[in-house]
């Protein structure tokens, strides 16, 4: 028997992120309390002591420092206590060198889970599958992403995504397929004749066609 998703509360692109309290490995936390200039990556993962969530919760860890640069905070979460967080922490550390050095949702009772959806029943009704959520500064969701509990994800894919977000609400430009640091941009296209006009004499940018218009973004930002 086929088993239906039946939570009605998943957040989706454009809505504020759902506030909750929730103890982590940093101890009580809520999320409006967030720094307002700070974007936020929260993510979840299946469960503690597990092998492709090592491998995840490493490389969050290990890239750090790049979401500072970023001006993101992290922060995890999985349906396990907080004894278990801390002792995996812990384990970690002493086998491979890594510290997961960023709070960790101890979400033994489900509510941050149920709240954003990470629940899904045809996947597993007791651990939260591999969601990430983008979370600007002022508490809008702007990016949701969800792998399978046997898939791990791309932390490249993330950070190139997180950036793509920033620079795109910076310069107020659009990102090509692929973009990534260094790439040109899209501009916006003309929204009257008469800027349709000027877009098809402008030889300042590569055109595809007066709608589809790249440029590097130091010509803009200049």
Request: aromatic share 10%.
């Amino acid at each position: 028997m086929e088993v239906q998703n039946t939570n009605t509360t998943m957040p989706r692109i454009g809505d504020f992120a759902p506030d909750f309290e929730a103890i982590t490995t940093k101890g009580k936390i809520k999320l409006s309390d967030f720094a307002k200039d700070r974007w936020i990556v929260m993510f979840s993962h299946p469960a503690d002591f597990t092998p492709v969530c090592t491998t995840e919760m490493s490389g969050f860890a290990i890239r750090k420092p790049e979401f500072d640069a970023l001006n993101t905070e992290l922060l995890g979460l999985s349906i396990d206590s907080i004894h278990a967080h801390l002792g995996w922490v812990d384990n970690v550390r002493k086998n491979t060198g890594v510290y997961f050095d960023f709070p960790i949702i101890a979400d033994i009772d489900m509510k941050v889970s149920k709240l954003y959806g990470m629940l899904q029943p045809n996947e597993s009704e007791t651990a939260a599958v591999r969601a990430v959520f983008f979370i600007d500064p002022a508490k809008k969701i702007r990016l949701i992403m969800y792998y399978p509990l046997n898939v791990g994800r791309n932390m490249n894919e993330i950070l190139r995504a997180l950036e793509a977000l920033q620079t795109s609400d910076k310069h107020k430009v659009a990102m090509p397929l692929d973009w990534k640091r260094g790439d040109k941009v899209i501009v916006p296209p003309p929204k009257t004749l008469k800027e349709m006009e000027a877009r098809i004499l402008d030889d300042s940018c590569e055109k595809i066609d007066f709608y589809l218009a790249k440029k590097e973004l130091e010509e803009i930002v200049g």
